[in-house]
């Protein structure tokens, strides 16, 4: 239940509607025969909050925010209007509340908090970070590309304003693609960092993921796996055609279950890309579920121990068993933490040594093991920052660029 008034229950459920929706009923007698539905399901993803006698229904729209605004009958208010294209959250508050407060964020907008005015539907400016990064001097584009399958994939691509398409733009591709978690539009530091060096930064949203709902996760799932590396490799080749970057400097990136993307992408097309960055990767398909907390991703993966099918498909893309003689791979930087107890290191240990036992170009294939540190969470900012530093030296090196230093008044 998200809201009542007086006996009228305001519950938000996913009971036949995968991506949710918002029925009311009387709470003498809530079973879900008597349930009407208030908010529809759509294609969209749906969470809702509410504040001042209002109820917000804030939509995931190819991985940006959009926010309806209902009164309890059920009449839409307005279209919220938002600062621009991106994340928001929030838009929680009291029934008594004239006032509301939502946060926003994007690849170029540090996460600012607006006040919202549920009357008449502005927002001002509350409170704004204060950092050195100039939001103006950058652009953010949602692009749609097409996968192996037909299938259309967004992604936006994010870089200074005036970048000229010349095919020599150092471009690091991010991706994830599972376990139905969505990436949509926020800040890093990091990631300014490399956009101030005059990088491009592009994520695309693949299947596997949540931004589509059930049926987008169940597409990237066990033995469709393989889709969420063809949506990632013509993410690649999109980026390549339309001239953002080429293979001689494209770097591709992700942790975890986006560290497995980087292994299979990277042994699959190994041309595509000149640089790797698998970051606490999940290496070994054969045997993850063995080790600590990999037997509660088998509902993404399926086990080696369901089906002899289902044996094949995993070995078919395991990073660990697809490294193959005699093959250039790109300049690899494997990075993994020696206490991770949810993807343990052992995978990426094998994954390294894999490649530096069979790469037979000049690229190098390192791995960097923080000492003192996990899966990622809770690392301190000094052990992010160095981390980060000798990921962009890596790379920037590899792609045979200087980086430039970064002016101090």
């Avoid at 009228?8 to 009971?15: A, Q, R, S």
């Avoid at 926020?186 to 049926?215: C, H, T």
């Avoid at 791979?329 to 991770?340: F, K």
């Amino acid at each position: 239940m998200i809201e009542n008034d007086g006996s009228k229950l305001y519950i938000v459920t996913n009971m036949d509607a995968p991506n949710r929706k918002v029925v009311t009923v009387d709470a003498s007698n809530p079973t879900p025969g008597n349930w009407k539905d208030f908010i529809l399901e759509i294609k969209n993803v749906l969470s809702p909050s509410t504040g001042g006698g209002n109820i917000f229904a804030n939509y995931m729209v190819d991985a940006i925010s959009k926010v309806k605004q209902y009164d309890y009958e059920g009449n839409l208010v307005r279209d919220v209007d938002l600062p621009g294209v991106g994340t928001v959250g929030g838009f929680g508050a009291k029934k008594e509340e004239k006032t509301l407060y939502y946060s926003f964020t994007n690849y170029v907008s540090p996460g600012t908090i607006y006040k919202y005015d549920i009357e008449s539907g502005t927002s001002e400016l509350y409170n704004k970070p204060d950092i050195d990064f100039d939001p103006e001097e950058y652009q953010s584009q949602q692009i749609f590309f097409t996968s192996k399958d037909g299938t259309k994939i967004p992604m936006i691509i994010t870089h200074k304003k005036g970048l000229e398409l010349n095919g020599k733009n150092p471009t690091i591709l991010y991706g994830y693609g599972g376990f139905n978690i969505s990436l949509t539009p926020s800040f890093s530091i990091a990631n300014a960092v490399w956009m101030e060096q005059g990088g491009i930064y592009a994520v695309p949203n693949l299947r596997g993921g949540g931004e589509y709902g059930k049926d987008w996760h169940d597409a990237g799932i066990k033995m469709k796996k393989q889709n969420v590396f063809d949506d990632f490799i013509a993410a690649a080749e999109y980026l390549i055609k339309e001239n953002y970057t080429s293979s001689d400097y494209l770097a591709i990136r992700g942790g975890s279950n986006g560290g497995l993307l980087v292994g299979a992408t990277m042994t699959q097309r190994p041309g595509l890309m000149k640089v790797a960055l698998p970051a606490v990767g999940v290496m070994d398909m054969l045997r993850y579920h063995t080790f600590t907390a990999g037997a509660g991703w088998a509902y993404d993966y399926g086990t080696a121990e369901d089906s002899k099918e289902m044996f094949e498909y995993l070995y078919a893309y395991s990073p660990v068993h697809n490294i193959k003689e005699g093959v250039k791979y790109p300049a690899t930087l494997v990075t993994t933490g020696d206490h991770d107890d949810r993807v343990v290191p052992a995978h990426s240990f094998k994954f390294a040594a894999g490649l530096q036992e069979k790469q037979a170009g000049t690229n190098p294939v390192l791995i960097r093991i923080e000492t003192k540190a996990g899966h990622g969470a809770g690392k301190p900012t000094s052990m992010i920052i160095d981390e980060y530093a000798d990921i962009f030296a890596f790379t920037f090196y590899n792609m045979g660029f200087k980086v430039l230093p970064k002016k101090i008044d």
